[in-house]
């Protein structure tokens, strides 16, 4: 039975039409003029950590087995090819991912997001023009299970990414799945990232998909990221087992604070949604999945009581871990705060923002998992 459509509306099926997004693509079209004069004038190209295969992240497998080779492929001009027409190593090494190497390291920007990846680098001076080998990614992939998303956040252009889905597939079935699966076994992957440009457990097959993902790859390290409104049921907790660490994005302290940034979410369920997962867990003895809250801050959610209250609510909800991540899109929800440094008593500065580990010992400070590369 095929997937049903996404809500939509006027405003959420043409995301890129708003303002935050106008403004990103012109600052992109800027940071393009600047880093090509800045590959003249120096005389050093660049690479790309995703496409050397040595990337934490980027390179993604969407729903419908097309391969991007960052998270933000919402145009589709990152498309490297597609799983069902060729192999991953064929796609990973082929005419398109190699075109994007070579304009890289002549000076040329591919695509506009490159301007904003952190897998975007300098080539050293030593070999302006020469980038180091590719080889198959063996830290970590994305792959995306459902484009489908019960929420529409202002700094999301999903929806444009969904209509560019080959034949609408909007959820991979799960015989394509086990396909996946068998790709992350042969590439040895030390990590998984469940997530891209959908909510996870919109999926109606979330607990077979993980159960076989884990039965694969029993030692990899599988991270996924929620808006926790349909994390509801037991049946989905127990497939949550088998991630390694869950990130619960709930940016705010009530209702009225988290819509202003996700549109359709509701704080109150996504709250007890994360209560209900430690419970769960707990109950059973397990230290596993990690449960993080991740709070985006905006300057309507970072007063220091906001963050001080949200600190409390993680522990009440027995939660591993909340941090504080600042974010530029939408530019006028700018946490300045932050950005003043007026917030550093909030938790260790990290690559997150900041971060509160509220384990107990002996658990405090310990790394979450031994693929896990922290700072």
Known sequence: MASPQPQSDGKRTTPKRRWNWVFSDWYRRALIWKFEWQARLTGRGYTCAALDGVSEYNITINSDQT?????????????????????????????????????????????????????????PPESPHTPPPSRL?????????????????????????????????????????????????????RQLFYLNLGEPFLSPTIGPELAMLRRKNPEMRIVTSTNGVLLNTDAKREAALNFNHIFFSVHGISNKMSEKYMHRGHFDKAYEAMKMMAAYRNARGLTDPILEWKYLLFNWNDKPEHLAHAIEMAKAAKVDFISFWPTNNPVWGMSWRYR??????????????????????PLYGTRVHRYYEGD
Not at 141 to 162: K, Q
Request: aromatic share 6%; glycine share 10%; proline share 5%.
């Open 137 to 189: 990614p063996y830290r970590a992939i994305m792959l995306e299970n459902t484009v489908r998303c019960n929420v529409d956040c202002t700094g999301c252009a999903r929806e444009t990414a969904a209509g560019l889905r080959v034949n609408k597939q909007l959820t991979m079935p799960l015989a394509e799945m086990e396909k996946m699966g068998d790709i992350v076994q042969q590439l040895g992957l």
């Open 67 to 123: 391969v991007s080779c960052n998270c933000q492929d919402y145009e589709g001009l990152g498309h490297l090819g597609n799983l069902r027409n060729n192999t991953f190593a064929e796609v990973f090494h082929g005419p398109v991912a190699q075109k994007f190497r070579t304009e890289l390291a002549a000076g040329k920007i591919p695509i506009p997001t490159c301007v904003r990846c952190s897998d975007f680098k300098r080539l």
């Open 340 to 361: 003043l440094g007026l917030l550093k008593k909030f938790g260790r500065k990290n690559w997150k923002g900041l971060e509160n580990d509220l384990r107990p010992p």
